[in-house]
């Protein structure tokens, strides 16, 4: 049995690739993660007690616990996730962004490689199979500001933030271990993910929640920007297709041909509520526009035709069915998203009692 480690597991499409992990495969899944702000094992309430999950709360910066992870577990597949995520964060403070995005990776990847390399001594066709891959962001690209271009997997790097800045760092490094040492490395791109889990502040979850709070729904400038939108989960299936037949060395775009300007996504959102959790007021007059965030890209958009030519992936949802779904997601459980609002969902895993 084929055993995946996944870094970043609890987080929000970490946590969306364990759950399909385990309740669609018969993989052996291990799940290295810090259990920063952004994670959060309540997200993996449904799959936790199952005989093929396990847990390593460790720091993938921390090299002595990464070789650990690696000698005790065996690990057939990488998929690593673990990052910092959020663009405005990494404005107010990009140290952290430079110490998980591009040392951690550096110190994964040198983990791998140590292990990777006994492997071929000792298990060569385990060796041959052994993949390690990198999970990263349409942001690495920049911005366009042509209507009709879109990134492709040769598109040059152009990042705008400390975020997206860190992101291309790691997967620079992560194309340089597969050419220089030969590990067996792939690399994805994504757009927007949006679904269930989705820590509250992303734009989509915060929209929800501030709307159903009576707050108002902070757009930025004039919320013209564009961003290509996926369904969570059709993010994990394309990864773990990825992970499974990809082919070493190559880049796979992953997207959902949703490009939608941010005021067009609030306004949808304030119509499913006004259908689904209707009020005397319609919700779209809570929305106000707030000054636009430092440096703020104006389009992405993103060209998925080589995933689904090459290994047969296209998603689901659309972003209509899976903006509906995300919005139900919420309306139906408040409890997470309550004890993320008032930090339970971190107090008590550190055994700190209260609320
Ligand atoms: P997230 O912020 O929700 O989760 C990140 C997870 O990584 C958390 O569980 C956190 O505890 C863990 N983590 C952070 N630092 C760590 C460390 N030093 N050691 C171990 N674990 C650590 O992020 P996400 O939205 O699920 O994104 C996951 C990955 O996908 C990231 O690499 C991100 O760049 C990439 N990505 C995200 C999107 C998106 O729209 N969210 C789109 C494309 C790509």
Known sequence: MKTFLVTGGAGFIGSAVVRELIKNTDFQVVNVDKLTYAGNLESLAEVSSHDR???????????????????????????????????????????????????????????????????????PEKATAFRFHHISTDEVFGDLHGTDDLFIETTPYAPSSPYSASKASSDHLVRAWQRT???????????????????????????????????????????????????????????????????????????????????????LLCELLDELRPKSQPYAKQITFVQ??????????????????????????????????????YLNNTVWWQRVLDGRYQGERLGISGH
């Open 53 to 123: 999950y396990t847990f390593v709360h460790s720091d993938i910066v921390d090299a002595a616990a990464m070789t650990e992870v690696f000698d005790t577990y065996q690990p057939d597949v990488v998929m690593h996730l673990a990052a910092e995520s959020h663009v405005d964060r990494s404005i107010d403070g990009p140290a952290v962004f430079i110490q998980t995005n591009i040392v951690g990776t550096y110190t994964l990847l040198e983990a791998a490689r140590t292990y990777w390399m006994g492997l071929s001594l000792s298990k």
């Open 181 to 267: 040492f030969g590990l067996p490395t792939i690399v994805t791109n994504c757009s927007n993910n949006y679904g269930p889990y989705h820590f509250p502040e992303k734009l989509i979850p915060l929209m929800i929640l501030n709307a159903l709070a009576g707050k108002p729904l902070p757009v930025y400038g004039d919320g013209k920007q564009i961003r290509d939108w996926l369904y969570v989960e059709d993010h994990a299936r394309a990864l773990i297709r990825v992970a499974q037949v990809g082919e070493v060395g190559e880049t796979y775009n992953i997207g959902g041909h949703n490009e939608k300007q941010n005021i067009e996504v609030v306004n």
């Open 292 to 329: 636009d965030r430092p440096g703020h890209d104006v389009r992405y958009a993103i060209d998925a035709s080589k995933i689904a030519r090459e290994l047969g992936w296209t998603p689901k949802e659309t972003f209509e069915t899976g903006l509906r779904k995300t919005v139900e997601w």
